[in-house]
């Protein structure tokens, strides 16, 4: 609900309220961001005079005062959302209130049923710019979108350098700020910093969101811990270079701005033009975990859509560790025959199944079948592979370009280029979005691919970063161009199951979730390392976008031996499924993977839809872990992972979050009962057991009719 007071605005979310004032002066400041506060005007924060403040003709100083949408160079020498030309100045002009959003045009964003939105306008006479704040709020949600249009109104170009989708001032700086850091196959690491004075970026240009930062950031109360404390979360619906920008002020205040980032960025508008800055999803939870339900729930209902985004996913099979891309159709089949017989529900054909693709070093672009190691093609293999009783699914990378390809050799002009020789990564160069015929080739390519074979399922794949940007701006039309593909490629196939992928996880973000509801979190399946990599990344995306496989033992990547069954715990804790040759498996492991992929099913909707609280956190101690319960409290699924064997660590003290209280719940697997208020306030005593001594689970199902006061 927005209702507007005075010169009040408040944005009346579930559970939060989002409040913003108008001056006397015109200007639109930020006045409030929390849990939910009636909404009644009340008097504005004093601001003493300073003797060193900067004063405009209309009285105000900028530098005091906390802004919706700040602006550098009159009175406010801070970092602003937005700066154009040599510094505007943006005053309040009016206001609508809409049912539902403002389009975002060529970026995707949240869905609008159910949301109403409040678009301020600002304007600056002097420069022509003019901005429309757009807010909007959801049903059942307390989250609050936020997205910027910036037009040119006047008759001289208007150069813009930096343009935020979110700006927020905070009257203290008593936080800690954390994001989630990484590599390739460390992905998404809990990193926290308390905020001192200065201006602190999280920031990547790389061309996609990247794994050294996710576009995610949160700022915490220092007490706020998983179960309380004011915690805000800045989250980005964008796939590109982005930055989340932290000043805290001379006067102890902190500014946070969210969007693109502007290292990289440049725009010229014309008269006339505009241009639209991605969305950014502010959140608020009474502590971490509530917070992070929050966006799981925003996620899943309005960032993910089609037809899988609120379908239960399929047990997956997958041959990329299995052979690499040494494999023929007769391996295909091996595997895919065993799998069906072991539960097993789709077989993913990954990396080497085109052009001449043997090694790395070619093929990317030419889309068409090997048939050297496909005869029966495309369309034959998968009705073989329907036949077992399983979907087909297949990998793309489609924004490369080999060298050695026929693609490259028809069209060298295609890729991203600077005037020097582009750099290699992984022996592949990236092909050239901003242009439509490449664009154009791309979405004709997999389409024909995807109308050829009775595909099911997509891995999508980016596999390196940009370099070579020929300008100042272009990481923001390639990430348009992707978005044009993915409208291109996946809203004519809405059937299809899409999993992005990006050399793991480095293109984890809520842009790419608006095409494709789950994605591959890292190439590095380890459970170990996935109990840090899942735990991080479920901070701000829920279990149902994360795509968690077991591999072989040792681990390819870390050599780490680890039984199928602690494989196997900490992979049903996302989209389940296998990543390794089965038909070289001993009869105990199969007779496992039996009993997961049966578990899985029984699982899979508690995992993917259910609430998820943290338990453990691996980065401050010796375990990680977490739960899932479903929404009406009924059943609820328990992951502890001991992440560094050490004698006499044999026990842990347990004790569970969400349940009922006043339930009695049966653990399923050892029959025993207990009341919720026991297992979350005195907990139990858990042994890990004898083996590999690292996981433990816990199945609990309420006992009907034992509710107190039933
Ligand atoms: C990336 C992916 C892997 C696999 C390979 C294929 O590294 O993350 O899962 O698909 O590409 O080349």
Redesign the pocket.
């Known amino acids: 609900m927005i209702i507007k007071t005075g010169n009040m605005f408040f944005l009346q979310g579930r559970g939060t309220s989002y409040v913003i004032r108008i001056s006397e002066e015109g200007y639109v400041l930020h006045d409030y961001f929390g849990a939910e506060i009636a909404p009644e005007p009340y008097a504005e924060d004093k601001r003493g005079w300073w003797c060193m403040q900067a004063t405009g003709a209309d009285g105000a100083c900028l530098d005091e005062i906390r802004q919706e949408y700040p602006c550098y160079g009159h009175t406010d020498l801070r970092r602003p959302a937005v700066n154009a030309n040599r510094g505007t100045v943006l005053k309040y002009k009016d206001y609508e209130i809409i049912d539902g959003k403002p389009d975002l045009k060529r970026l995707p964003s949240a869905l609008g049923g159910g949301s109403e939105s409040l678009i301020i306008t600002l304007a600056d006479e002097l420069s022509g710019a003019e901005v429309k704040l757009n807010y909007t709020v959801f049903e059942g949600s307390g989250i609050v979108c936020r997205s910027a249009v910036i037009t040119n109104t006047g008759d001289e170009p208007l150069v813009i350098d930096r343009a935020f989708s979110a700006s927020i001032e905070f009257p203290c700086s008593d936080f800690v700020e954390m994001h989630f850091s990484g590599s390739w196959g460390r992905e998404r690491h809990v990193v926290k910093n308390e905020l001192v004075h200065g201006i602190y970026e999280i920031e990547n240009a790389r061309g996609g969101s990247g794994n050294q930062i996710n576009p995610f950031v949160i700022l915490k109360d220092k007490a706020a811990d998983e179960d309380g404390g004011d915690c805000y979360g800045f989250m980005l619906v964008y796939s590109g270079d982005h930055c989340t920008e932290i000043e805290v002020d001379q006067r102890g205040r902190t500014r946070v701005n969210a969007g693109i980032n502007p290292f990289m960025f440049e725009k010229t508008l014309v008269k006339g033009e505009s241009f639209t800055t991605p969305e950014c999803i502010l959140g608020y939870g009474n502590g971490l975990g509530e917070l992070s339900r929050e966006y799981h729930d925003f996620i899943r209902k309005r960032i993910c859509r089609g037809s899988w985004s609120r379908k239960e996913r399929p047990v997956l099979i997958?041959n990329?560790e299995a052979t690499y891309m040494d494999f023929d159709e007769d391996k295909l089949i091996s595997i895919a025959t065993l799998a069906a017989e072991l539960g097993i529900e789709l077989f993913v054909l990954?990396?080497?199944w085109f052009g001449k693709r043997d090694n790395?070093r070619c093929s990317l672009g030419d889309w068409t079948v090997n048939t050297d190691k496909i005869p029966s093609g495309l369309s034959g293999l998968a009705k073989k592979i329907n036949g077992l009783g399983l979907k087909f699914g297949l990998?793309f990378?489609p924004e490369m370009v080999s060298p050695d390809s026929e693609l490259y050799r028809a069209h060298p002009d295609w890729v991203i280029r600077s005037g020097r020789e582009p750099a290699l990564i992984r022996s592949q160069l990236v092909l050239d979005l901003t242009k439509p015929e490449v664009r154009e080739y791309i979405i004709n390519a997999v389409n024909a691919v995807l109308n050829s074979a009775n595909i099911e399922y997509v891995?999508w794949?980016m596999?390196r970063y940009i370099t070579d940007m020929p300008r100042k701006g272009f990481n923001y039309e390639y990430t348009l161009g992707f978005y044009e593909i993915m409208d291109g490629i996946v809203n004519s196939h809405p059937d299809i199951l899409f999993e992005g992928?990006?050399?793991?996880g480095a293109r984890f973000d809520a842009g790419v979730l608006c095409y494709m509801p789950q994605i591959?979190t890292s190439?590095d399946t380890d459970p170990i390392e996935r109990v840090y990599i899942q735990y991080g990344t479920s901070f701000g995306y829920p279990p149902s976008t994360m795509g968690s496989h077991v591999t072989e033992s040792p681990n390819q990547h870390t050599r780490r031996h680890l039984s199928m069954k602690t494989r196997g715990d900490v992979s049903l804790s996302g989209n389940f499924g296998y990543?390794l040759d089965i038909t070289k498996l001993n009869e105990a492991d199969l007779e496992a993977i039996k009993e997961q992929t049966a578990l899985c099913r029984e699982l899979r909707g508690l995992v993917e839809y259910g609430d998820f609280y943290r338990l453990f956190d691996p980065f401050d101690g010796n375990l990680g872990g977490w739960m899932s319960v479903s929404g009406d409290k009924s059943r609820a699924y328990v992951c502890i992972a001991r992440v560094l064997f050490k004698p006499n660590s044999y026990y842990t003290r347990l004790k569970l979050k969400g349940l009922d209280k006043n339930s009695r719940y049966r653990d399923l697997d050892t029959g025993k009962e207990y009341m919720g208020d026991m297992l979350m306030n005195r907990g139990l005593l858990i042994e890990f057991p004898f083996g590999d001594f690292t996981t433990v689970t816990m199945r609990l199902e309420r006992i009907e009719g034992s509710t107190s006061g039933e």
């Open positions: 997958n990329w990954d990396d080497g790395d990998w990378e891995k794949d596999n992928c990006s050399s793991g591959w190439d990543e």
